[in-house]
């Protein structure tokens, strides 16, 4: 069974920490998806992130550690957190200021309860990053792609589709996604020489054959932390 998104991804908000609330999708086996992009002078450490009062099971990141730095943090509720939240509400405290931040909530469904694959790549000086995954059709990759200037999208995301995106001012982001199946997938600005960083996430699907049985049904494997 392929994995499905039933709850798009909302509109990168740029300019403030994740806050408000977020719609969450509906769906069996379901998986909530935060990505948050920035820029800073420094990392940033997260000591706080709920949404109806439950904290995510699992967390990626990947850092470009120049001149700024980029940075993109990815956080998920599998579907046991899903199904406990009290309310849609977001709390979110991190140990940084700064408004280069922006960020995004998506729902899907049909994912194995499984930590998603986070795999990424930077480069301080040039017009894409290629990243190395492993799937099938049923799984589901997202892109994510940060840029440290604002007008070097549009961007591209080899077979992936473009959701979301900002680059009016401060900088470039954006967040792709589709069907599994690519092993490399190239994410790329509009081909000017800069610096980036990327993501791509694997949310897997359930198998199709009866040699390929594992991850059938809800498994709840938790690996909570504070990034």
């Known amino acids: 069974m392929a994995v499905t998104k039933t709850e798009e991804w909302s509109t990168i908000a740029?300019?403030?920490e994740p806050n408000g609330s977020t719609p969450i999708g509906s769906g069996e086996n379901k998986m909530?998806?935060?990505?948050?992009?920035?820029?800073?002078?420094?990392?940033?450490?997260?000591?706080?992130?709920?949404?109806?009062?439950?904290?995510?099971?699992y967390s990626g990141e990947v850092r470009l550690d120049s001149?700024?730095?980029?940075?993109?943090?990815?956080?998920?509720w599998d579907d046991a957190s899903i199904e406990s939240m009290s309310s849609d509400i977001i709390d979110y405290t991190d140990d940084v200021t700064g408004l280069k931040?922006?960020?995004?909530?998506?729902?899907?469904?049909?994912?194995?309860?499984?930590?998603?694959?986070?795999?990424?790549d930077?480069?301080?000086?040039?017009?894409?990053v290629d990243i190395t995954s492993t799937s099938t059709s049923n799984?589901?990759?997202?892109?994510?792609?940060?840029?440290?200037?604002?007008?070097?999208?549009?961007?591209?995301?080899?077979?992936?589709t473009e959701r979301t995106e900002y680059g009016v001012d401060d900088f470039a982001i954006g967040i792709a996604d589709g069907s599994g199946g690519d092993?490399?997938?190239?994410?790329?600005?509009?081909?000017?020489?800069?610096?980036?960083?990327?993501?791509?996430?694997?949310?897997?699907g359930f198998a199709t054959?009866?040699?390929?049985?594992?991850?059938?049904?809800?498994?709840?494997?938790?690996?909570?932390?504070?990034?």
């Open 14 to 16: 740029n300019g403030t």
């Open 32 to 57: 909530l998806v935060n990505i948050i992009l920035r820029e800073r002078g420094t990392d940033f450490t997260v000591s706080t992130f709920t949404v109806g009062g439950v904290s995510y099971d």
């Open 67 to 76: 001149t700024p730095d980029l940075i993109i943090k990815a956080f998920f």
């Open 101 to 120: 931040i922006g960020w995004s909530f998506a729902t899907f469904a049909n994912t194995r309860q499984q930590e998603p694959i986070v795999a990424s």
């Open 122 to 128: 930077t480069t301080a000086s040039g017009t894409y």
């Open 139 to 160: 799984d589901m990759l997202i892109g994510a792609l940060i840029d440290k200037s604002a007008n070097r999208d549009p961007f591209d995301y080899d077979t992936l």
């Open 183 to 204: 092993s490399t997938t190239r994410l790329s600005n509009d081909g000017t020489t800069s610096a980036l960083a990327g993501m791509v996430i694997t949310l897997k």
């Open 209 to 227: 054959s009866l040699t390929d049985s594992a991850g059938r049904g809800v498994m709840r494997g938790v690996s909570r932390g504070i990034m």
